[in-house]
């Protein structure tokens, strides 16, 4: 019986939403060269897979977070994503803008989040979690209650996990570098050779280059 990493990680190099050229990299908007690219949003285009994370993190949810009372996306990627789950569940949902709306009521948070709710947060993709935590400490500042976060992909770098660590946040995804690495090197995506490149850029992202 294959795992859920391993199922997920099949799904989003099926349909491409991860793609990985250790010989040919991508630049990240920070400037990072990386071997690996994610867009989660695909999976939108895709009714089966999205369905089947939108059940998979609803499950999660419902396991682990009973008591649960808002569903959070972050914005953009999670947003489609954690509206699908938030209906799923039955359940308010809300999203978190990175910064706040420059006009009208000038929201960070959209939506209705009262004081004191307890909240799980949808992410798509964790890189270094800045972006993630920050919506966090938004939902906290408002003064409702992070039960936790729940991600589609992460990369896993250390840098991420001590930020989550740092800000008590329980961190749990679908899929991550490992499992796609690993199914990746099943299928013959990528080969032994490319594995070492691969696991390099991880340890060091900001500073890895090809030769």
Not at 2 to 24: D, F, H, S
Not at 99 to 118: C, F
Not at 168 to 184: D, F, I, M, P, R
Request: proline letters at 5%; hydrophobic letters at 40%; glycine letters at 6%.
């Amino acid at each position: 019986m294959k795992t859920l990493e391993k199922n997920v990680a099949e799904k989003l190099l099926k349909i491409k939403a991860v793609k990985l050229q250790p010989n040919n990299p991508f630049t990240w908007a920070s400037g990072w060269k990386s071997p690996i690219y994610c867009d989660n949003r695909k999976t939108l285009s895709y009714p089966q897979i999205r369905n089947f994370i939108k059940l998979e993190i609803s499950r999660l949810i419902l396991e682990m977070y009973p008591d649960v009372e808002v569903i959070a996306g972050v914005a953009t990627g999670a947003i489609a994503q954690g509206a699908l789950v938030a209906d799923e569940l039955g359940l308010p949902f809300v999203y978190i803008r990175p910064t706040p709306k420059d006009h009208g009521l000038e929201n960070m948070i959209e939506g209705d989040l009262k004081p004191k709710q307890k909240v799980v947060v949808i992410e798509d993709l964790i890189s270094t979690g800045g972006s993630s935590l920050k919506a966090v400490d938004a939902i906290r500042k408002d003064g409702s209650e992070v039960l936790g976060m729940i991600a589609i992909f992460t990369y896993g770098f250390p840098v991420a996990e001590q930020k989550f660590k740092a800000a008590k946040v329980k961190l749990t995804t679908l899929c991550n570098y490992e499992s796609v690495l690993g199914e990746a090197l099943s299928t013959n995506y990528i080969g032994e050779d490319d594995m070492e490149t691969l696991k390099e850029w991880r340890e060091s992202p900001s500073t890895w280059k090809t030769e």
